[in-house]
């Protein structure tokens, strides 16, 4: 965060210090950075004609900034027509204040930043952006490139501009730690999977004010995962903020959503189908629902079988929920838990969720335990019962 709010970021930072594990963002100012060194791509041969290929430009500058220096994209459209990847950054920052396109058929990903620490992904006029074009694949059924990859990059802030209309993934934030994500506005086809707006795994992460309207997930947190802050986002028709898919050797604890705003989405999918390892001390609190087909939902029959024993999942919370389901068809309350290992000390507080085209909805649980809605209660944790209760609600919240 800036400087000038600071203080505020340390005062939230400690509001959340049950879930963020210590500081989070760059260790140095992007501004002093820049004074240090500054590499404009037009000084290593870009052209803001959006047809020019920039790579070798981006390449060379962030060859001579990527240790203490600035990378700064100026305003424009500029033609990305390589896969590129920009490493082994320390105390380096990259200013996008311009559109950086989609130019080709790639593999992996148009953008892979890796191997940095104390580092600034952001806009400094908040029009910077990258740009797709991904229904060029879409339509015809196909998937390109994600956008964005930021991996194995410790102590770093990702904000300011939007990406729009990704062949595939958004952004993956693939074994990070101590990063803060904010002011990220995602845009694309609404009606396509495989789209997720944003993925990660990793250490002490801070999510917030982010708007994504995609096809897919919104903020979905895999494994490992420990000590995140997910608060103000906001995901149209999406598939919303999900936990998983979880496979073998799962470990995800200590993450707490607030302030989720779901229209057409999910505030919460948990999704496991015989994996194995942990899932414990979650909260999802304050929460806005509009239409979403399982807006509580945890599911451990979903997908391939991992041939495992099951994901263990315990202490979750959902607290101050409100709105509707699309339809009363679904369940608005669904706890699938698996029967060789039972969720348990799940606690529902203060959930009103009703169905937008009935006069009842449904809770259904299988084998969760702990206190609310269809939940059984249990005395300890060992030896506990398989269990199905559905109960039909008519009585409005």
């Not at 990220?184 to 997720?196: E, F, P, Q």
Request: hydrophobic share 35%.
């Amino acid at each position: 965060m800036r400087a000038s709010i600071l203080p505020l970021t340390l005062f939230l930072a400690t509001l959340a210090g049950a879930q963020l594990s210590g500081p989070v963002g760059p260790l140095v100012d992007y501004s002093t950075k820049a004074r240090n060194q500054t590499c404009n791509i037009i000084d290593y041969g870009a052209v803001a004609d959006g047809k020019t290929d920039i790579s070798q430009a981006l390449l060379d500058a962030w060859g001579n900034c990527s240790v203490g220096g600035l990378v700064y994209i100026p305003p424009g459209n500029y033609s990305l027509a390589e896969d590129i990847e920009l490493k082994h950054g320390q105390s380096s920052a990259i200013q996008l204040d311009g559109v950086v396109m989609r130019g080709h058929r790639g593999s992996y990903q148009m953008i892979l930043i890796r191997d940095c620490n104390d580092f600034e992904f952001f806009s400094g006029n908040s029009r910077g952006a990258i740009q797709g074009f991904g229904y060029e694949y879409l339509q015809n059924d196909t998937y390109g490139e994600r956008l964005l990859r930021i991996q194995e990059v410790n102590n770093f802030s990702v904000h300011g501009f939007a990406l729009i209309d990704s062949p595939s993934y958004y952004i993956v934030f693939d074994t990070v730690t101590s990063g803060e994500v904010y002011n990220i506005l995602i845009r694309g086809v609404t009606s396509v999977g495989a789209t997720d707006a944003i993925d990660v795994w990793g250490e002490n992460m801070w999510f917030h004010d982010i708007e994504v309207s995609n096809g897919d997930e919104c903020v979905t947190v895999k494994s490992p995962a420990h000590n995140y802050l997910i608060e103000n986002i906001y995901c149209n028709l999406s598939g919303g903020t999900a936990i998983g898919s979880l496979g073998t050797g799962t470990n995800i604890s200590d993450i707490h959503y607030r302030n989720l705003y779901m229209n057409q989405a999910d505030a919460c999918f948990l999704k496991s189908n015989n994996g194995d390892g942990i899932v414990k001390n979650i909260i999802w609190e304050n929460v806005i629902v509009h239409g979403g087909p399982y807006p509580l939902a945890i599911d451990e029959a979903w997908g391939d079988d991992r041939g495992s024993v099951g994901v263990q999942v315990s202490n979750l919370t959902f607290r101050n929920w409100h709105g509707e389901s699309v339809s009363a068809s679904r369940p608005v309350i669904r706890l699938q838990c698996d029967s060789d290992v039972p969720c348990y000390d799940i606690t529902i507080e203060n959930v009103n969720l009703w169905a937008n085209d009935s006069n009842y909805v449904v809770w259904q649980c299988e084998n969760a335990y702990g206190d609310g809605a269809c939940l059984s209660s249990a005395e300890g944790t060992k030896d506990l019962k398989t269990f199905t209760s559905k109960q039909t609600i008519t009585a409005t919240p």
